[in-house]
């Protein structure tokens, strides 16, 4: 029985989130209540304080997940001298941007500007998965510097570059629109590629 209620109160957690992700998605953060969210979950207002202290304890969970998700993806490429790094480098870009065009889109607004919502605390645990996704893509790069294959010298800069296209996506993409997320890819990738003075 016990198992049973924490499964079914995993799902509830996770249906919260998922409900939560939408109105921020259509409202912005700013403009949701907890009892816009309560609402849209089918829920009287207490019964979402028995799973989240606040909103902001939603957002939290939210850009934590995504992070996670992002970082995931690039795990493969963080230490493998095999791999080409213009392969990595198009391998980042593909999961970053399937990840932040995908269903579950956290929100209007570019990722950076959701964290003065937080508190100091989690705001420092999302920096830090940040900090980790930036030293990720900064060592693809500069394997890639020290092959002769990217001829820029600072490759901190073509890092912030990169994250700050991928994340604007979510901004201007719309499904079924003019471009499709291979699309996207490729222009990106071609893009990057072309600014780090590499070549296919």
């Given at each position: 029985m016990?198992?049973?209620q ?5 799902e ?9 992700r ?7 953060y700013?403009?949701t ?21 606040n ?32 392969l990595?480098l ?16 956290s ?8 964290l ?8 420092k645990?999302?920096i ?8 990720i893509?900064?060592?693809i ?26 994340a ?8 079924g ?13 071609s ?10």
């Amino acid at each position: 029985m016990a198992v049973q209620q924490r499964k079914k109160s995993k799902e509830q957690r996770e249906f919260i989130i998922s409900k939560t992700r939408g109105l921020f998605w259509e409202k912005g953060y700013a403009e949701t209540s907890m009892r816009d969210i309560a609402r849209e979950c089918g829920f009287k207002p207490a019964n979402i304080y028995n799973f989240f202290s606040n909103k902001e304890s939603i957002l939290f969970e939210i850009l934590n997940e995504e992070m996670k998700q992002i970082i995931a993806a690039m795990e493969p490429y963080r230490d493998d001298d095999g791999i080409d790094p213009r392969l990595a480098l198009r391998g980042v870009i593909d999961g970053h941007v399937r990840l932040t065009l995908g269903e579950r889109r956290s929100s209007k607004l570019l990722f950076d500007s959701g964290l003065h919502n937080l508190s100091a605390a989690n705001r420092k645990k999302i920096i830090r998965l940040r900090d980790e996704y930036d030293s990720i893509l900064s060592r693809i790069i500069r394997r890639g510097i020290d092959r002769g294959m990217f001829s820029i010298s600072d490759e901190k800069i073509a890092v912030y570059s990169i994250a700050s296209m991928i994340a604007r996506t979510r901004i201007w993409y719309s499904p079924g629109g003019k471009y499709g997320v291979d699309e996207i890819v490729d222009f990106i990738y071609s893009f990057t590629l072309k600014g780090l003075g590499g070549r296919k």
